[in-house]
């Protein structure tokens, strides 16, 4: 620490004498957001995997200031940003985590959960190694060679998936670069992964830096609100629809504009459908609540969207799920788009209404409460007789979940109705790919608004074990489940090992039907024969046999250092959960799930998905699935 001195005058200011990688963890220490009047620090801790790049830089620099910048170890770099991720979604993207890497396949690595960060909207700090800014020795290990651009490395491969991105090449640009770093990471319009890359000898260099530039600061998260006159179209609007209903996303719940979203739903009498990220923003009881919509939705919500004159859609981005591949709604249907950003609030052709979710729905209950001269009746009054009511699907998703003999091997659903039976508003449940994203949007009946922790923008195999480490980490306390398939438990299992470290005690569920069931079903639908998609052993010519790969992904999990609870029937699943739940180390339910859903599965898709089908072919299959899908994509419209 001889370097650094107390702050002196230099110049007329107060410096602090310090590396560029010691100034940056000091700045990131330093960094609060504020909204509602509640400050809390914005970057609490740093993931890092190390070697050369950042290991004499940012990981000295660690050393240096442990006292202001907790570390978490990784054992994969895109593990790290997912963790990061589930971190700042849990807390409502207004804390996140810092991640540094090395140069190389280390930075490399970083893309997929970037990619995944911007998808979602989710503030994540990336801080990749980079090589030497004053290349002395051209090319150093692991650097990418381009002959016609000096300039360029493996870690420009960041910039189209990250919403900010710059290479601090002096130990000066460091300042602008973080500020602008952090502007991004705290609006709620413009957030995402942002990447500063470090080029290590960069990270090493000494440098006088303004106090200022140290010292606390505080970034106020706003809430926009309304232009009066996009306010008063859609309040008009609103008031003269006969069908109008409600589509909430994720931006409800990062508003925390749940309670907003209730009072105008039950004033104007509307009901509410949600999306992957928006579920929960209503528990699955109240009355205004019709469950998921689109391609992965309900019944009911999705009858109710067919017929439907209008949708004030808050918070979403109306994905090919959502919209059913633009055949969901009628031509005619008018859309009025809450949403912070521009660029989202004219999709579909739609009224625009930009704005903070909650600030908006607020302004829009008092306007339209305003012009109907009270609360709107009529629309959910005569919900016993819309298309395919609320009780007919709970129906349905009793019958999924039912599983009348304790002995059989449990089904997928009845594997979610097993856990149903046992969490309470405290449990949050977190998936990302295969069909259990699809059967939670249908079944799952979700208790409290952060309970229900899908991402479905990037679907990344690989995402829930460690976004369940971060969950974890931002909601100490409280039962986090991971579920996944054998196909994604094989992509990512690294971060078992980091909540075993750090004594997490993450619940891991793994269901086994060896192989890629959902994208099996899939290729089948659409003329592919499932190729591809079994773990079997093949024959010589090819082709794939009955019996299962001996691979024994239990016996896994308990080698990296999880507890494991093996379950055969239902009545072992039942008796597995209950352990776990109450666990305080990590452990792992294991379960070999009946493929066979006639035994008990879950209601079929509610509304189409459009991916496309060979246009010719001499597979009877194949034939099939085009006649099958020309019918289909004639329903699609454009909203102009």
């Given at each position: 620490?001889?370097?650094?001195?107390?702050?002196?005058?230099?110049?007329?200011?107060?410096?602090?004498?310090?590396?560029?990688?010691?100034?940056?963890?000091?700045?990131?220490?330093?960094?609060?957001?504020?909204?509602?009047?509640?400050?809390?620090?914005?970057?609490?801790?740093?993931?890092?995997?190390?070697?050369?790049?950042?290991?004499?830089?940012?990981?000295?620099?660690?050393?240096?200031?442990?006292?202001?910048?907790?570390?978490?170890?990784?054992?994969?770099?895109?593990?790290?940003?997912?963790?990061?991720?589930?971190?700042?979604?849990?807390?409502?993207?207004?804390?996140?985590?810092?991640?540094?890497?090395?140069?190389?396949?280390?930075?490399?690595?970083?893309?997929?959960?970037?990619?995944?960060?911007?998808?979602?909207?989710?503030?994540?700090?990336?801080?990749?190694?980079?090589?030497?800014?004053?290349?002395?020795?051209?090319?150093?290990?692991?650097?990418?060679?381009?002959?016609?651009?000096?300039?360029?490395?493996?870690?420009?491969?960041?910039?189209?998936?990250?919403?900010?991105?710059?290479?601090?090449?002096r130990p000066e640009a460091l300042?602008?670069?973080?500020?602008?770093?952090?502007?991004?990471?705290?609006?709620?319009?413009?957030?995402?992964?942002?990447?500063?890359?470090?080029?290590?000898?960069?990270?090493?260099?000494?440098?006088?830096?303004?106090?200022?530039?140290?010292?606390?600061?505080?970034?106020?998260?706003?809430?926009?609100?309304?232009?009066?006159?996009?306010?008063?179209?859609?309040?008009?609007?609103?008031?003269?629809?006969?069908?109008?209903?409600?589509?909430?996303?994720?931006?409800?719940?990062?508003?925390?504009?749940?309670?907003?979203l209730r009072t105008l739903a039950?004033?104007?009498?509307?009901?509410?459908?949600?999306?992957?990220?928006?579920?929960?923003?209503?528990?699955?009881?109240?009355?205004?609540?019709?469950?998921?919509?689109?391609?992965?939705?309900?019944?009911?919500?999705?009858?109710?969207?067919?017929?439907?004159?209008?949708?004030?859609?808050?918070?979403?981005?109306?994905?090919?799920?959502?919209?059913?591949?633009?055949?969901?709604?009628?031509?005619?249907?008018?859309?009025v788009n809450l949403n912070i950003?521009?660029?989202?609030?004219?999709?579909?052709?739609?009224?625009?209404?930009?704005?903070?979710?909650?600030?908006?729905?607020?302004?829009?209950?008092?306007?339209?409460?305003?012009?109907?001269?009270?609360?709107?009746?009529?629309?959910?009054?005569?919900?016993?007789?819309?298309?395919?009511?609320?009780?007919?699907?709970?129906?349905?998703?009793?019958?999924?979940?039912?599983?009348?003999?304790?002995?059989?091997?449990?089904?997928?659903?009845?594997?979610?109705?097993?856990?149903?039976?046992?969490?309470?508003?405290?449990?949050?449940?977190?998936?990302?790919?295969?069909?259990?994203?699809?059967?939670?949007?249908?079944?799952?009946?979700?208790?409290?608004?952060?309970?229900?922790?899908?991402?479905?923008?990037?679907?990344?195999?690989?995402?829930?074990?460690?976004?369940?480490?971060?969950?974890?980490?931002?909601?100490?306390?409280?039962?986090?489940?991971?579920?996944?398939?054998?196909?994604?438990?094989?992509?990512?299992?690294?971060?078992?090992?980091?909540?075993?470290?750090?004594?997490?005690?993450?619940?891991?569920?793994?269901?086994?039907?060896?192989?890629?069931?959902?994208?099996?079903?899939?290729?089948?639908?659409?003329?592919?024969?499932?190729?591809?998609?079994?773990?079997?052993?093949?024959?010589?010519?090819?082709?794939?046999?009955?019996?299962?790969?001996?691979?024994?992904?239990?016996?896994?999990?308990?080698?990296?250092?999880?507890?494991?609870?093996?379950?055969?029937?239902?009545?072992?699943?039942?008796?597995?959960?209950?352990?776990?739940?109450?666990?305080?180390?990590?452990?792992?339910?294991?379960?070999?799930?009946?493929?066979?859903?006639?035994?008990?599965?879950?209601?079929?898709?509610?509304?189409?998905?459009?991916?496309?089908?060979?246009?010719?072919?001499?597979?009877?299959?194949?034939?099939?699935?085009?006649?099958?899908?020309?019918?289909?994509?004639?329903?699609?419209?454009?909203?102009?």
């Open positions: 620490m001889a370097d650094q001195l107390p702050p002196r005058p230099h110049g007329g200011i107060q410096v602090t004498r310090l590396t560029v990688a010691q100034a940056l963890v000091r700045f990131l220490a330093a960094q609060h957001t504020e909204r509602d009047g509640v400050r809390q620090r914005l970057v609490t801790a740093t993931w890092g995997i190390f070697g050369h790049g950042n290991v004499a830089g940012i990981g000295q620099a660690l050393v240096e200031h442990a006292d202001l910048m907790p570390y978490h170890q990784g054992r994969n770099e895109q593990a790290m940003v997912h963790a990061a991720v589930g971190y700042a979604r849990q807390s409502r993207r207004l804390r996140t985590h810092a991640v540094t890497t090395s140069i190389g396949p280390g930075a490399t690595n970083l893309v997929t959960g970037a990619a995944l960060a911007t998808i979602n909207r989710i503030p994540v700090l990336l801080l990749p190694g980079d090589t030497f800014a004053t290349r002395p020795a051209d090319p150093v290990l692991q650097q990418l060679e381009v002959p016609y651009a000096g300039e360029v490395s493996v870690n420009d491969c960041l910039r189209p998936v990250s919403r900010y991105f710059d290479r601090i090449t300042i602008p670069a973080a500020l602008a770093a952090v502007r991004v990471l705290t609006d709620p319009a413009e957030t995402g992964a942002v990447t500063l890359a470090l080029p290590q000898d960069v990270q090493a260099e000494a440098y006088d830096w303004p106090e200022e530039f140290l010292a606390e600061r505080t970034w106020t998260v706003r809430r926009p609100r309304p232009d009066a006159a996009e306010l008063d179209a859609a309040v008009q609007a609103l008031r003269t629809a006969r069908r109008p209903m409600i589509i909430a996303g994720g931006g409800v719940k990062y508003s925390a504009a749940e309670d907003a039950r004033r104007a009498d509307l009901p509410v459908a949600t999306t992957q990220a928006g579920k929960g923003v209503l528990p699955w009881d109240h009355p205004c609540d019709v469950g998921g919509i689109g391609h992965t939705g309900t019944g009911t919500a999705n009858a109710l969207a067919r017929t439907s004159d209008l949708v004030l859609a808050v918070g979403t981005r109306h994905t090919d799920f959502t919209t059913a591949s633009g055949t969901l709604f009628r031509p005619d249907t008018r859309i950003t521009g660029f989202d609030a004219h999709k579909q052709a739609a009224l625009p209404l930009v704005a903070d979710a909650r600030a908006g729905l607020e302004a829009l209950t008092e306007a339209l409460t305003e012009a109907l001269g009270g609360p709107r009746q009529g629309h959910l009054q005569d919900a016993a007789q819309w298309t395919f009511s609320k009780q007919d699907w709970q129906e349905r998703t009793d019958a999924a979940y039912a599983a009348p003999d304790p002995r059989a091997r449990p089904t997928q659903t009845q594997v979610l109705g097993a856990l149903d039976t046992l969490v309470t508003g405290d449990d949050i449940l977190i998936n990302a790919a295969g069909s259990l994203p699809g059967d939670l949007h249908k079944l799952w009946r979700t208790r409290s608004v952060d309970q229900y922790h899908v991402e479905y923008g990037y679907s990344c195999m690989g995402y829930e074990i460690p976004a369940a480490v971060g969950v974890s980490l931002a909601a100490p306390g409280r039962p986090v489940w991971a579920l996944v398939g054998d196909g994604t438990y094989l992509m990512n299992p690294t971060e078992i090992v980091t909540a075993v470290q750090q004594r997490l005690p993450i619940k891991v569920v793994i269901l086994d039907n060896h192989g890629y069931a959902s994208i099996g079903g899939l290729s089948e639908a659409v003329g592919a024969e499932r190729f591809g998609t079994d773990y079997r052993f093949r024959a010589e010519d090819g082709s794939f046999t009955g019996e299962a790969l001996p691979v024994d992904l239990a016996a896994n999990a308990a080698s990296l250092g999880m507890r494991v609870l093996r379950a055969r029937t239902v009545r072992d699943l039942r008796e597995a959960l209950a352990d776990a739940r109450e666990a305080t180390v990590p452990t792992c339910v294991y379960v070999e799930t009946e493929t066979d859903d006639s035994v008990s599965g879950p209601p079929p898709a509610q509304a189409w998905w459009d991916v496309p089908v060979a246009a010719t072919s001499t597979r009877p299959s194949a034939v099939k699935a085009r006649e099958e899908y020309d019918r289909h994509v004639t329903a699609r419209r454009r909203h102009l």
